[in-house]
């Protein structure tokens, strides 16, 4: 009797431990908050070095792109408009010879090594880009070639960029930090077609290319004092340390089978493949329009521009103060499902009335929308799956399926202009696509929701373990 009597107290005394612990660390929670910050996002005092070295490297990213997408636009119109399904044909196949070689590098190099070499690579590329519009010998070929190339910059370097943040935060963080790290990429996609808008009509877009490498060469710093301050952090979240730092291993297409084995991994595939079709649909419409409504190239850099100016102004108000308050009070589901609800809308306004401040107003509203909620709470699924996951087979689908989904997307737009269907006509085919984009995004989220269900409980059994009964 006795040693039974002794095991309920030991028992009682564990669960008064554990709750005291728990209301303690609620408190400091509640204490280790920025009463200022905090209005805006809801940030922690031991997450601010993390929190500003994220922002801070999104923003140089996405500013030296955004410096550069409208030159690209530019030259996707110059190359000819009837030869843009042929130009992301040719960036699906530069991307099926990009990600072995990357998953390759990952399997043999760390993390502290294998990121610098990403983005170094590409700099040099920017650089020599320059040189070739500046020889004079440059003509539609180096347009089409910029195009192509500048399409497989993004995609990887802001995959890269995103497998680092799933490695550095938890699910929680994510869902409370993610908004306004991207918030970051939007402040420097404001600041960069700013910069081309004012600069592209009197200096031409090739004194843009190394104004553009400067600007991503400051994403190095950034990455270097976010890794040491993950590898520093003492906020209760799993520290990524030596782990994070050792090379993935493994075989090169061990990314593909991944995704092949895993039904939330396919399920991420489905999701991003109705997004880039729907985006190319727009994207061909847009450029449709904009032909023949403007027919002057530099007008038209700055239309575009202008595009992603208002896009991009937009998208940082919702990041600072709705996307993490959104996924707080509806869910990761719902909120994956409001931007398809949206673009469904969209595509029927454009089925009505096929004109140009129809097309920019439904643009800068869906690629706000995906900037803000669809794109992190994209990245938040991510959170819950390995290391090996969250490198190898996310860059797989960030990349290839990606734009595989652009490469078919085109074939099929021109198919649909080639039948006779007109830009009213795709406009009625894409609405069921976006009601199918809606279902996915939000089975998703639930999934998400069960994987990080899961993995709480994994982690306190692993940090709480019975108590001796004799």
């Given amino acids: ?38 209005r805006a996002v809801k940030v922690r005092r031991s997450e601010l070095a993390g929190l500003v070295g994220g922002f801070l490297y999104f923003f140089f990213l996405l500013c030296s792109y955004y410096m550069l997408r409208p030159v690209r636009d ?16 040719a960036t699906f196949f530069a991307m099926l010879v990009a990600v072995p070689i990357f998953a390759a590098l990952a399997s043999r190099f760390p993390r502290r090594r294998l990121i610098p070499a990403v983005y170094g690579f590409f700099i040099l590329c920017i650089v020599g880009f320059w040189g070739w519009l500046e020889s004079g010998v440059a003509g539609s070929w180096a347009a089409r070639t910029f195009f192509v190339w500048l399409s497989v910059f993004n995609l990887f370097v802001v995959s890269v960029f995103w497998s680092f943040m799933a490695d550095t935060f938890d699910h929680r963080q994510a869902a409370r930090l993610f908004g306004a790290i991207a918030a970051g990429g939007s402040a420097g996609a404001i600041l960069g077609p ?34 040491r301050w993950s590898s520093r952090r ?42 880039t079709t729907l ?30 100016l208002a896009t ?38 454009l089925a009505t009335a096929p004109a140009l401040a129809v097309i920019a107003t439904v643009q800068v509203v869906r690629r706000a929308g995906n900037y803000a909620l669809a794109r992190p709470g994209r990245e938040m699924l991510f959170t819950v799956v390995s290391r090996m996951e969250k490198y ?22 021109a198919g649909l202009s080639a039948a006779g269907l007109g830009l009213r006509g795709s406009a009625l085919v894409a609405v069921p696509l976006a009601l199918a984009w809606l279902v996915v995004g939000y089975w998703l989220g639930r999934r998400h929701q069960g994987r990080a269900r899961a993995l709480e409980e994994d982690i306190r059994d692993v940090r709480s373990p019975l108590p001796e009964t004799s």
């Fill in 74 to 89: 530019e030259m996707g119109v110059r190359g000819g408009v009837e030869n843009l399904q042929w130009l992301f044909t």
């Fill in 312 to 349: 991009n102004a937009l998208t940082v108000g919702i990041q600072l103060f709705a996307t993490a308050r959104l996924v707080e009070r509806f869910g990761l589901a719902r909120t994956l499902a409001l931007v398809p609800a949206l673009v469904a809308v969209g595509f029927l306004a």
């Fill in 279 to 308: 985006a190319t649909f727009l994207y061909f419409t847009q450029a449709d329009i904009l032909k023949t409504a403007i027919p002057d190239s530099g007008e038209r850099t700055s239309v575009f521009a202008a595009i992603d």
């Fill in 194 to 227: 700013g910069i081309t808008a004012s600069l592209a009509a009197e200096v031409g877009p090739a004194p843009l290319l190394p104004l553009a490498a400067g600007v991503l060469a400051l994403t190095l710093p950034c990455m270097f004092g976010l890794a």
């Fill in 1 to 38: 009797m006795p040693r039974v009597s002794f095991s309920v107290a030991r028992l009682h005394w564990h669960s008064v431990r554990q709750r005291g612990a728990y209301l303690g660390q609620r408190n400091q929670s509640i204490d280790d908050r920025i009463p200022l910050l905090s």
């Fill in 392 to 413: 190898k087979a996310k860059n797989f689908i960030d990349t290839v399926v990606y734009r595989g989904g652009d490469a078919v997307a085109g074939w099929a737009f």
């Fill in 234 to 275: 003492r906020d209760g979240a799993p520290r990524t340390g030596r782990a994070a730092e050792e090379p993935l291993g493994g075989a090169i297409l061990e990314g593909v089978r991944a995704v092949a084995g895993s039904r939330y991994l396919v399920g991420i595939c489905v999701f991003i493949w109705l997004y």
